[in-house]
């Protein structure tokens, strides 16, 4: 169950970067929800490469087909199966990856644990594989939207070492999506997208971080031990292509705080109990308190670069690699919509298990 | 299942502070290890509490009991039960957190979400629900040592702003084990300790960093695309207490460089493929490389502080509460046997699971 | 987890028959219910052997003992864990199994398996481990009476040769208890009696048929299209030891009728749509239909005789082994109660199924 | 996970009868395992309507198609997935059944489970369901004959209330498919097609028994205490439409016997232990022990029958229902490919569990 996610919305995904398709089945996906091709699309569309001058200039249509599960316009509970078909492939580009490896790719890997793998365009480790985890996504956020208002916004905070101030409010998808590299802080994102240019130009690369903010999350959801709140978001941002590190609410940098600053104070308002700050980052012993959620993923630069590298081939023989082909000099803009449909995955199968257990038998 | 990990060799845990017990059943444990009750202890004894003068002086002797699964000295492959019993309980100390929140701790979200709470010491989601991890994760570090002579090895690496020098060896178990504070730079281990004893003395905690080192992973070890090893990772030191943040390999700092400083190299080396650098932290792909693994978590500073703290009551009553009874101003050091159970708990069940896949038929 | 059973309701249960302990820990207990010890005891003692004159004469007392999940006589939502010590172990009477395999016993499949077992009395093997059931059963069958006044009835229908005429009512408890052999009807009871005291002077064993009847179950529990509702009653009961067959409503004689005899006409009844015949069994496409649930299970003969049989011992040689000890020569009359506590984790896991994924959110 | 199955070569399944397609996804599967779509649509094709007069005229031509997971001819270990479009739709032929519950289908209980249904052919609940199992089982067939010459074969042994004597061997595929209704026994085969051909004549339906042996089936597989094997074959029997009713080795007819005459006697042949009776039908304690496994699936009557019926509809008014359309009025031929499939895919998952508990580390 390794390509699967969630427990009670569980996701199953499959496909290559240049097999047939991708796609992805939900199973456990409530009934009775109106759903169209065209709300999917959408995020997609977020997703897909070619959207601006500083991503990859590929041209991948990636047009959504539901397979099953839906019945005039509505989800009828069985599973919602989606398909995306792979038309822009150049499989002659990656010819030269057959052989050898690319270094901090997945290559090396694959071939030592499957004893075989599809090298074209990184085959199942290729970020492509993620369009079945937003198309599922998509999804996801509309049942919390429609259920309880739930808002789900992530947006860049630091490509390379140019960092956006904080953001002292929950932004807009219009803030977010105001330029091309998702940072709702206008001055900071012309200068990311200058950076982003200068290192391409320079056939190199460059990483970053993302901010994820969930409002209106009732308290309650998280289920101790092991399948925390946090924990699972954990597990769902390191399960992305790229990222290398993940914190919750005050993370690393309040790990240098004493106590006495960094506890959070309960105090009453509007009838409900609410913190005074929001160190805990809206989970506390793995379960939301209904403060707001935030957590921030850092993203290494992107592996393929276009200058050679020295690596081995199959037969371990040293020999040099160049990257080829449309890449994008910096994923961290594109991954803002992967990182939202992650989130609203294990929220929505959060809210599920906390319903199942909690609000089943009333006794 | 949110009380149990592992798909293959499975965990459940169960207990709480000030309940009869807390336990843990494996399932799954491969049949045929050789294994005593000493082993075990010598992990919960690494654990316990009382240990130095910079931990809580509190004795719990936490002796462990086999209930199922050994059969003269050797495990069965049938469930495999062990159970510590709660002795030194002094619910009065904790009269006042019936009716009251602490802040920065769980007692609001068990109470939100269950609508009740076993409030002594924090009920389950007390830190002693640890000992179940570290009693399975001793046996998971003894088949992981016979099978492949893989070591784990957790050490302090910051407490509070006080942070050691990397370090460029692989460090003895003794090494860690040198000074109370578990840091294997002898210096910056004074003065952690200096630090956290200073702390008490003002009623306030500190929290830190852990970093976690494993050789001898062979390649292969990790499941794409969910249950990659660096996920499960996450997932694990996310699911402790205190933690806020897990990075791998080159972490948040990696995501300063160019994809040109960060690439790691392959290389032949003894007729195996390795890498130059390890910015990767061991992993690429979500799959073991044959590298060391190397991964830091950041720990908050200990919620509990021995100052008063504005909070509210059951009834959201604004009201003041303060620490009682014996605390550690600072978990990290005892923390670090725990890092290592979670690690080897993750190692052991993606070894399982990557045999049965691709071990199992010969094609 | 193949020691555990259920998605959202989990047990898993560990021990062997002459080990310390059998116990079971309970994930995902509903919060709030009440809950005494003696509840779970009274189950208890109808499983226990001892209990009448054609039952071993084994005496095990059974005291069940609360490890954890419980406060102030509630369930927390937290692991509910229960233990219950070995007590009559008398490992000599077993010391011939040690080398030699027991016919139609799982000594040479488990030897087989993992390369070693604990032989005494059957180790894992033994019905004992059923007690860890029963415990986690009786918690079960308490939530769905309370919760909607679902009633679960199993009842000996057959013994070896004599079979009970068809029950045209639901029976009660005290009409079960009312004998030995716990079938309702009095005149075939006796009858099955002198035929288990006979087959017991004859050093010979017998086996029998138990009908299961559950009423009150509402429409819409079990979930398509693998985990049906009478799939994982199928699997519940062929999972229990000395099984070999299940039925739901007219099972194999069923197959016998034609389409136009067989089909369940559905018909209004008080305001709601019930059938007018139950051929079904209260099960249709996998999910309840609110008919009473029906089904029935086959016990081959005990396994264990007082004869001398021909065997072969752990090196293949033949020889012969002879039944010691005390053993029931028909475990059936002991098995309603398993069965009963297999029906209630089945039910009371698809109910919490149910109401996650289909009354969690409302569209 | 309602619509997965099997833990480590875990198949998910999707599609309705009328909807756009049905499919499945294979998530565990072997790499480097040699694979066309031609071994796939062989098995596909035996499953198909329309092969014979006895079965329905409608023409399926089920063209599977690999989505994902293959290179080369190969599987990769990724996620394997396979679609059949849905082509011969006439949903006005099921305009009635949008009101009016079928008696003994399952539209009154998904109507009341998910508050909506696609009522079109049965949706989800139809037959056409099982096509993603049939290609999955043929994947899993493959893996087993390679890996182990392990054999599985299914037939006919009752339709209605005509049997076929015990067949006192294992029968080859061109025995099972030299008639119509798929039993090796050819004078018993010709009555039953009388039988099919008489019902349909008389706009009645009939059921039957199908019987699967297994054979080279090592010993060891199959996981106590609850994933037995038994109870798993007969969760994936009973997860079948129609099926009511699974037996394993003696079945009920052995529960009618003695022990001493039940009982399997160990015997020494050719350097193993093997049984001298196969009472057992191959399975011991939950594991197999070597032995042919036996066991028998009971198939209610085609519930679609041409006559009129009473019923209610959806508003709960009493009304009447006619069968149309073109239906199987025997299900139980065409049942028998799916009945290996679901066997073969219960075998490759145990085999795989087996190996990673006990196989993966020595000691």
Request: glycine share 10%; with cysteine; proline share 6%.
């Amino acid at each position: 169950m390794a390509n699967s996610f969630g427990k009670l919305f569980t996701i199953s995904t499959w496909g290559e970067s240049h097999g047939p398709s991708v796609g992805v089945v939900i199973d456990g996906c409530p009934p009775r929800l109106p759903l169209t091709a065209t709300e999917i699309q959408a995020e997609l569309d977020r997703r897909r490469p070619g959207q601006s001058d500083i991503t990859t200039p590929r041209q991948e249509e990636d047009r959504v087909e539901f397979l099953s599960g839906l019945f005039e316009g509505h989800t009828t509970g069985q599973p919602l199966a989606m398909l995306v078909r792979n038309a822009d492939a150049r499989p002659e580009a990656y010819a030269e990856m057959k052989d050898k490896f690319r270094p901090s790719h997945a290559d090396f890997t694959y071939q030592a644990k499957f004893g075989i793998r599809d090298h074209r365009g990184g085959g199942r480790s290729s970020a492509r594989e993620t369009i079945g985890r937003v198309a599922a996504g998509a999804v996801a956020r509309k049942i919390l939207a429609q259920a309880a208002g739930i808002e789900i916004r992530a947006f860049v905070t630091r490509i390379h070492q140019i960092a956006a101030p904080w953001l002292d409010h929950f932004p807009t998808l219009a803030e977010v999506e105001a330029n091309a590299v998702r940072c709702p802080h206008g001055p900071t994102a012309e200068k990311m997208i200058e950076c982003i240019k200068q290192v391409r130009s320079e056939g190199d690369s460059v990483g970053g971080a993302i901010e994820c903010r969930i409002r209106n999350v009732p308290p309650g959801l998280g289920e101790p031990v092991f399948d925390r709140l946090d924990a699972d978001l954990a597990k769902a941002m390191l399960s992305l292509p790229a990222t290398k590190a993940f914190e919750l609410g005050s993370g690393f940098a309040g790990t240098l705080l004493k106590g006495s600053q960094h506890n959070d104070a309960f105090v009453a308002a509007d009838g409900r109990v609410t913190t005074a700050t929001n160190k805990s980052g809206g989970v506390q012993g793995g379960i939301s308190n209904g403060a707001e959620i935030v957590f921030r993923v850092g993203f290494k630069p992107t592996a393929t670069i276009m200058q050679p590298q020295p690596t081995v081939d199959l037969q371990g023989v040293p020999t040099e690699l160049k990257g080829r082909g449309r890449h994008d000099p910096c994923v961290v803009p594109r991954a803002v919509v992967i990182v939202e449909a992650m989130a609203a995955l294990v929220l929505v199968d959060h809210w599920m298990r906390h319903a199942a257990q909690n609000q089943t038998f009333k006794f």
